[in-house]
C-alpha cells in the first residue's frame, strides 16, 4: 500500500504535449513577436525557421508590436513578417499565424466594428497573407458595447479573413459579455501568467479556461527575463529556480517556463527571445519533471508565504 505522504513528490506536472486551439494543433511553445523589428529579413527567417523547426508553431503578432523592442513604427513586426513570408512563402503553411488588434498608443483602446475590420485588413496587408489564423482583441475598450465587437468578429470570420476568435487581458465579466452576443467560439484567453505573477491561479481565469475548452495563452512566462535575472523578486524564489536547475541539469528559464507548463489548463507559453540558439534550446524544457510538491514549493517561495 502507498503511503500517502508520498503522494506529490513522484507525478511529473509538466505536459510537453501539443495543444489544439479550434481545431488547430500547436506546440506547448509559441513565438512571440513583440521583438521581431528592424528590417533584416533574412534573420527573421531564420529565427522564425528555427522555432518551426522545433515544434514552435504558433506565431504570435500584433498591430501593435514594433513600437518598442528597437522598432520604430505601429505595425513593423507584422510588416517584418509580411517579407519573410513573401520571401519563402512555405513557412506560412508550417504555422498558425495569430495577431491582435485594438490598442492604438495614445488612445488607448478601440475595439468598435469600423475600427477592427479597418484594422484587420491593415494586418493582413502588413502579413501579406490572405487571412490570419487566430485573431484576438488585445485589450478590452470599455467604452464599445460587446455586441458591436462581436458582430465585427463574426463578420470576419464569416468573411474568411479570420479563423478563430480569441481574447487578451480580459477579465471573466467581459469575457463573458463577449461571449454571450458571439456566434464564434472563443478559442483563446492570452493574459501574463508566471512565476512573478500568480493571480491567474485564483482569480478565475485558468478554471474557465479548463470549463470552455479555451485555450490559454501566457504571455512574459520570464516575467520580462526576471526570473533569469532575478532582479526585483525575492531571493527564496530565485534559490529555489537554482535548486530544481541543478537537479534538471537546466537553466532557470527551463525551470520557469516549465512552471507555467504544469498548470492542468495546460498553457501555452509564449517565449520572446529572437536569439536562434536560445529558440532551439527553448524545447529542452519539455522534458523537465516538477512534480505537485516542486510547484507549490515554487509558489510559496514566490509570494514568501505558506500555503494553509
Request: hydrophobic fraction near 45%.
Amino acid at each position: 500500500m502507498s503511503n500517502a505522504t508520498e503522494f506529490g513528490k513522484s507525478e511529473n506536472l509538466v505536459d510537453g504535449a501539443a495543444r489544439q486551439i479550434g481545431g488547430k494543433t500547436v506546440g506547448a511553445l509559441a513565438f512571440g513577436c513583440w521583438r521581431l523589428v528592424g528590417d533584416d529579413v533574412a534573420d527573421a527567417t531564420n529565427r522564425i525557421e528555427t522555432a518551426l523547426d522545433n515544434g514552435i508553431n504558433l506565431i504570435d503578432n500584433a498591430d501593435v508590436y514594433g513600437l518598442d523592442w528597437g522598432g520604430q513604427a505601429f505595425g513593423e513586426s507584422e510588416t517584418l513578417l509580411g517579407k519573410l513570408l513573401a520571401a519563402a512563402p512555405a513557412l506560412r503553411d508550417r504555422m498558425v499565424l495569430a495577431s491582435k488588434g485594438s490598442i492604438i498608443p495614445g488612445i488607448p483602446y478601440v475595439a468598435s466594428a469600423d475600427y477592427l475590420n479597418a484594422a484587420v485588413d491593415a494586418s493582413l496587408a502588413r502579413l501579406q497573407s490572405e487571412h490570419i489564423d487566430l485573431y484576438q482583441i488585445h485589450r478590452p475598450d470599455m467604452f464599445t458595447h460587446p455586441a458591436e465587437t462581436a458582430a465585427a468578429l463574426d463578420g470576419l470570420v464569416q468573411a474568411g479573413k479570420i479563423g478563430m476568435v480569441g481574447i487578451s487581458n480580459y477579465t471573466q465579466a467581459q469575457e463573458d459579455a463577449l461571449r454571450h452576443f458571439m456566434k464564434a467560439p472563443l478559442v483563446s484567453l492570452q493574459s501574463e501568467y508566471s512565476l512573478a505573477e500568480l493571480k491567474m491561479l485564483r482569480d478565475g481565469s485558468l478554471d474557465r479556461c479548463m470549463a470552455n475548452d479555451t485555450a490559454f495563452l501566457a504571455w512574459s512566462p520570464l516575467a520580462g527575463g526576471r526570473l533569469v535575472s532575478g532582479e526585483g523578486l525575492r531571493p527564496e524564489l530565485m534559490q529555489k529556480i537554482d535548486d530544481l536547475a541543478a537537479r534538471e541539469n537546466t537553466d532557470r528559464a527551463s525551470i520557469a517556463l516549465a512552471f507555467v507548463l504544469a498548470h492542468p489548463s495546460r498553457p501555452i507559453a509564449i517565449i520572446g527571445s529572437q536569439n536562434a540558439a536560445r529558440i532551439e534550446a527553448a524545447p529542452k524544457t519539455l522534458s523537465i519533471t516538477l512534480t505537485r510538491q516542486d510547484v507549490y514549493a515554487l509558489i510559496e517561495a514566490a509570494e514568501g508565504v505558506s500555503l494553509p
